[in-house]
């Protein structure tokens, strides 16, 4: 069972950055599609972003395109986003999870999470 630890939330201001990590154990991370989720309160976890096992294609949800980066890590066996211009509508619990590449739902357990705070 791969075993997932996001870090990196925080509170910031608007048009702020925070770079969120997500630690995973297990080996095979190195050939995982891997995705950033997000819950808002009173809402439903939704698709952020999404990368191919070799970080060699990326995807975005479109609220998020232009702002926000993922990247993969294999050596280090961890995913991050990096989130800038931040806006208020990014609060929320950040999750990273196991995913198939192209469709926007996880397929692996979930984190903790990383709360994330956007004040305006």
């Known amino acids: 069972q791969v075993q997932l630890v996001e870090s990196g939330g925080g509170l910031v201001q608007a048009g702020g950055s925070l770079r969120l990590s997500c630690a995973a154990s297990?080996?095979?991370?190195?050939?995982?599609?891997m995705g950033w989720f997000r819950q808002a309160p009173g809402k439903e976890r939704e698709f952020v972003a999404g990368?191919?096992?070799?970080?060699?294609?990326?995807d975005y949800a479109d609220s998020v395109k232009g702002r926000f980066t993922i990247s993969k890590a294999n050596a280090k066996n961890t995913v991050y986003l990096q989130m800038n211009s931040l806006q208020a509508e990014d609060t929320g619990v950040y999750y990273c999870?196991?995913?198939?590449?192209?469709?926007?739902?996880?397929?692996?357990?979930w984190g903790q999470g990383t709360q994330v705070t956007v004040s305006s």
């Open positions: 990368i191919r096992w070799n970080g060699g294609l990326t």
């Open positions: 297990g080996r095979t991370f190195s050939t995982t599609d």
């Open positions: 999870s196991a995913i198939r590449y192209g469709i926007r739902a996880p397929i692996g357990s």
